[in-house]
Structure formats: C-alpha cells, structure tokens
C-alpha cells in the first residue's frame, strides 16, 4: 500500500515538475517575444517602380520601435493597396527586426497627353491610372496624343477604333522590344499613326494597316538603320507594297 502511494506521489511530482517546466518555457518565450530584440528596426521594400520607396513607407502607415509581431499585416496591405499604382501587396515578417513589403504594381501601358499638357498613366487594359506631373514622368513610356476624355477617374476614348489600334500598336511595340525606342505616338491625323523615336526619327503608319506586320518591319528598318549609324529621316509605311525612307 505504501508503494502505491509512494508512486503516485512520484507519478504526482514528475507531472508537477513538467507543468513547471513547461509554464517557465512559455514564460520564457513570451518575454524573449516581446523584449527589444523583436524590435522593428528595418522596412524593405521590393519591386516597386513608379512608387518611391518613401512613398510606400508613408502609404504603409509603420513606425518603427515597436514589437514585430503586434504589426498588423493585412492592415498594412490595406493601407498600401489604397494607390492606384498598386495591383497587389504581400507584407510578411522577417525575424528578428524586419518587415518585407514586396509590391506588384500596375504594368502602364503609356503616358497620354491632352491639349492642356496634362500627361495621365494608362494601363495595360487602356484604364486610367493616375494623373503625373511632366518632370516625374517615367523614359520608358511612348507618350501618345489622340482624343481621349477623363472623368472621374474614368477614361474614354472619342473614337473606339482609335483605342483598339492604339491598344495594338503598344502591344506589338512591346512584344518587338521597342518600347525604349519610341518616344511619341500621335493619332491626331485622320488617317495615319506619326511615331517619332528617342532619336528623332519620325515614321508614318497607316491607322487601317496590318499593325503586327507593320511593327515586325519597321524593327527591322531601325535596326538596319543602327547598324548604319543613321539615327534622323523619316520613315514612311502608308504605301502597300514599300516602305520609303527619306533622310528629311
């Protein structure tokens, strides 16, 4: 009889002994979590473009010092997501001091000018995106003139078939590696598509044309063009069965 008790005194004590233990792990746990080691004290910020690193910092709302885990991340996302610039957000925390936010922006498509010399990012669904200041705009942008109007955040084009070759045009300008090379694109005439290259170079295209095979040929007369070191002229592509360059 006294063994039994004396074993479940044991039985008793070891169960003690692990609670114990077990209570001063998490003891210990909870206070190494919320000492000044999990302090934030880092914000990086990925794949961002248009967006200044400041800009996503301040959009964001954090401020460093705290704990790293009383950040609330889909607040932060939330808080991120509300620019217009931004497709998506993911923020997560890197142990022990850090926050990661790596942003997807919206992909512009081009920069559209009115006649006031506003200038409006557009994305890559013909949607309006933000209005931009001239010196903050973006080189890598063809920058187009055609009739368009804005309200409330809502763009529209005056003349459907206009945006569709606009919207193809960009697109094949693109997927032929040119849209460093093409700095203006004006539908202002009634017929023709004027581009003016980076270096001057001013080329007319037919707005009824095929503008895939357009494009896949004028990247060929540029190159051509390069390899000659001939950066002025002009091209013109509105014949249907040649292409004419003049040096004027």
């Known amino acids: ?104 922006e919206k992909k512009i498509n081009c920069v559209l000018k009115d006649t006031g010399n506003n200038y409006y990012y557009i994305d890559e669904n013909m949607n309006y995106i933000d209005k931009v200041e001239k010196n903050k705009l973006k080189d890598s942008y063809p920058i187009v003139q055609i009739d368009f109007a804005i309200k409330e955040h809502k763009l529209s084009f005056s003349d459907k078939k206009d945006k569709e070759t606009l919207a193809s045009l960009i697109k094949n300008i693109k997927k032929d590696g040119l849209e460093n090379k093409i700095k203006y694109i004006s539908f202002l005439e009634d017929d023709d598509v004027t581009m003016t290259t980076k270096e001057g170079i001013n080329i007319i295209v037919d707005k009824d044309s095929d503008i895939k095979h357009d494009i896949a040929k004028l990247t060929k007369i540029l190159i051509d063009l390069k390899s000659q070191n001939i950066n002025y002229g002009k091209i013109d592509m509105t014949f249907s069965k040649y292409v004419l360059y003049t040096y004027k």
């Not at 009889?1 to 070891?14: G, V």
């Not at 114990?20 to 979590?33: E, G, H, Q, R, S």
């Open 1 to 104: 009889m006294k063994n039994k008790k004396r074993k479940r005194r044991i039985r008793k004590n070891r169960l003690m002994a692990v609670l114990l233990f077990v209570f001063m792990v998490c003891f210990a746990t909870i206070v190494f979590i919320k000492s000044d080691f999990f302090s934030l004290k880092n914000i990086k910020i990925v794949n961002n473009d248009v967006l200044t690193k400041a800009e996503i910092s301040d959009l964001s709302k954090i401020t460093t010092g705290r704990n790293l885990f009383t950040y609330d991340l889909k607040k932060i996302s939330s808080n991120i997501e509300q620019s217009r610039y931004v497709e998506s957000v993911t923020v997560k925390r890197r142990i022990p001091n850090s926050i990661l936010i790596d942003v997807q």
